[in-house]
């Protein structure tokens, strides 16, 4: 009985991750952006001026992943990439006007998906669903060493965002 129980479970959070990327991905299109540019858009307008290493490092993907995106968002003239004075080696990225709205319209979109999808959960249900699925993260984290330091950003984000 238990494993069947766990396998309805798994089952269910995939189900829950595959609507949440397909959604994800149409509300990217919709507004300009592909699925994944909105935290490499809304990190380059926080800290404008940013390194692509620095956004590599945020995001925890590799820095010719980063790079890859970098162009495509150049191209579509949603950042621009600028020569540091001082060290010539280093280049800075910043948000355009058009990807400023862009990420504007895509946040509003995904914030009004997080909140259709978690009405009616009371702030102690939040916080018992959310030490659930960082619990489940955890158990099969220690197969990779990149998903351990998933989990510690994500717990440094988690921890900042209560302290705010």
Do not use: W
Request: with cysteine; aromatic share 4%.
């Amino acid at each position: 009985m238990i494993n069947e129980q766990r396998r309805e479970v798994s089952i269910t959070l995939r189900r829950l991750d595959l609507f949440m990327r397909v959604i994800g991905m149409q509300t990217a299109q919709e507004n300009g952006l592909y699925f994944g540019q909105l935290p490499a858009l809304e990190y380059i307008e926080q800290n404008e001026g940013c390194t692509q290493r620095a956004l590599a490092d945020r995001l925890g993907i590799s820095p010719p992943c980063v790079a890859t995106s970098v162009k495509r968002m150049q191209r579509a003239g949603l950042i621009e990439k600028v020569g540091d004075e001082q060290d010539l080696r280093v280049t800075r990225l910043y948000t355009t006007e058009l990807g400023r709205a862009h990420a504007a319209r895509c946040r509003t979109e995904f914030d009004r998906l997080d909140a259709q999808m978690l009405s009616g959960f009371s702030e102690e249900e939040l916080s018992t669903v959310q030490a659930l699925l960082l619990r489940m993260i955890e158990n099969i984290g220690d197969r990779q060493t990149p998903t351990r330091e998933l989990i510690r950003q994500l717990r440094k984000t988690v921890n900042t965002e209560k302290e705010a």
